[in-house]
């Protein structure tokens, strides 16, 4: 028997106050907004109060605040938003509407400026949302339906109950679904399985015009490419139909050190080259970094040795290697690990091992995460910039970023990220966009700042563009947002009239996704 979702007494005494203010007059219904929409069955589940919009309004990354929007919509079904999009597209004048899930945009992707942002967290343990749903099916394959409103960690955990997991991660699984597939998906495991848009069999997607559309690589695919890595462009996804392995139960946990950007890449190519490796990642151990930034990766006896050996270098790479195994291959995985890493030229004496479950492995930031929220130095800014560098330029880049521009802030707080990943795991039909080369690195500057200091590491950012440039280094900017259409059009480079034939066909009045700046200004 079916349930309706809770709303609690609060949402629904400010529902109740916000229609008794506006028919009075003391909080009158948005001018940008329709008097029309309060005649609909969502009218409840909109609200207009400033504590609703301002909080819609902030995000991730606290480096754009612009116009708060209308009115926030916290559904109670996929009906309640399809009615929404529905009512704005049959409109002669449309307004925007955007899909929020978690908030960890950078630079306001998931805002709607004057319009209406759908707070998809609120499907959550609804009857009527889409949940999480396993099927185990050895010979076609087993997968797992979630609603674009869960979170990977909800889908780990739902899925291991069936001795199961998806290949592909992100580093964070405090992300929903709905927004990593509109992006890529990119982790330690992208070099083997592919971003965790390679991993999706179908969707249910709302497009721009309000209707819920079924999708996958044979039906209706055009959609289904597009709003794979598509911004948010052509529709809200819904359901996502995640592939499923058997999952392991530990993880051999390998980090080695470098002092040599070449063998450190060199290494690190090979690696991916070969089969029995189920994660690779590499980083940046910097002297004029917080020690806290390594740290917490390396026991505290180790503490001397590694910080000596920085201050020596300026810079340490560390390369991060992960092999999966459970009761069956327990008394194999050393002896296939030492065999994984013959020949590799790390520093002698700088190799740690690590022993862990999977979900210790998967969910390692999130007990960072609990480290930093407790230290208030999590819900600060956030001035990333995420970028796929060609293979053949990684030296060049190592050269005037990391060795140059990097090292002129004395103070960094943050993650850097550096790893190669192999073009060939990536569909070329699906929106993302990728460097034109066999093997491109990501390369993840996560800086974290202080309030009223963040500038500094924006303009570094700029810098390490302007470099790029100059330089001929065809990089291409993941999570980024472009605010000219020429440079989106750049972005996109021979992708972009795909693009915009996409747009016109399954969000025509350009409703969805206006924080982008792509097709809307703001």
């Known amino acids: 028997m079916a349930r309706s979702c809770p709303i609690s007494t609060s949402f629904i005494i400010i529902s109740v106050l916000s229609h008794f203010t506006s028919s009075i007059g003391l909080r009158p219904w948005p001018d940008v907004l329709p008097n029309e929409l309060q005649s609909l069955d969502i009218a409840s589940r909109l609200r207009v109060d400033p504590d609703a919009t301002r909080m819609a309004s902030r ?7 612009p116009p708060n929007p209308a009115a926030v919509l916290y559904p109670s079904s996929i009906e309640d938003i399809a009615s929404l999009v529905k009512f704005s597209y049959n409109r002669s004048s449309p307004f925007s509407i955007a899909a929020r899930g978690q908030g960890h945009s950078l630079r306001g992707q998931a805002m709607a400026p004057h319009g209406v942002v759908v707070e998809m967290r609120s499907l959550n343990n609804c009857s009527r949302g889409s949940g999480i749903r396993v099927t185990k099916n050895p010979i076609s394959g087993s997968y797992a339906d979630a609603g674009g409103e869960q979170l990977w960690i909800d889908v780990l955990q739902a899925t291991l109950k069936h001795g199961l997991a998806p290949v592909s991660w992100t580093d964070y699984l405090y992300l929903t679904i709905g927004g990593t597939l509109s992006n890529a998906g990119i982790s330690g495991q992208t070099f083997r399985h592919g971003p965790q848009i390679s991993n999706v069999y179908e969707m249910d997607v709302l497009t721009g015009k309000g209707e819920l559309v ?17 911004l948010g462009q052509f529709g809200i996804i ?19 050190l470098y002092d040599d950007f070449s063998t450190f890449s060199r290494d690190q190519e090979h690696l991916i080259s070969i089969n029995g ?13 917080s020690p806290n930034n390594w740290r917490s990766s390396f ?11 920085i201050s020596k270098n300026g810079i340490i790479y560390c390369l991060e290697v992960v092999k999966y195994y459970d009761e ?9 690990l030492q065999e994984l890493l013959k020949g590799l030229n790390f520093l002698p004496g700088f190799v740690f091992t690590k022993d862990v479950s999977l979900v210790d492995f998967l969910n390692r930031v999130h007990s960072e995460e609990l480290n930093l929220r407790a230290k208030g130095l999590w819900d600060v800014p ?25 090292p002129k802030i004395n103070q960094t707080t943050g993650t850097f990220l550096v790893y190669p990943v192999i073009r060939n795991k990536w569909d070329d039909r699906t929106s993302a966009v990728i460097p034109d080369e066999d093997i491109f690195y990501t390369v993840g500057l996560l800086h974290s700042s202080g309030a009223d200091d963040w500038e500094p590491l924006e303009n570094q950012n700029k810098e390490i563009l302007k470099f790029c440039d100059k330089a001929g280094i065809k990089i291409k900017r993941y999570l980024s947002r472009y605010t000219t259409k020429k440079d989106w059009m750049n972005h996109f480079g021979p992708k972009w009239r795909t693009f915009e034939d996409r747009k016109a066909q399954f969000d025509p009045k350009m409703i969805l996704s206006p924080g982008q700046q792509i097709f809307n200004s703001v």
């Open 59 to 65: 995000d991730f990354g606290k480096l754009v605040h």
């Open 277 to 289: 490796l189920d994660y690779l990642e590499g980083s940046l151990l910097m002297q004029n970094s």
């Open 214 to 230: 079924t999708c996958s690589k044979d039906t209706n695919s055009e959609l289904f490419f597009a709003v794979l890595g598509g």
């Open 299 to 309: 026991s505290p006896s180790e503490y001397p040795r590694i910080s000596s050996l």
């Open 328 to 336: 069956l291959t327990s008394h194999t995985v050393d002896e296939e």
């Open 238 to 256: 819904i359901r996502a139909r995640i592939a499923l392995k058997p999952a392991p139960k530990r993880v051999k946990w390998i980090q080695m």
């Open 382 to 406: 956030h001035p990333w910039l995420n970028l796929f560098v060609p293979g053949s330029r990684i030296s060049d880049f190592n050269s005037g970023v990391f060795r140059d521009i990097l």
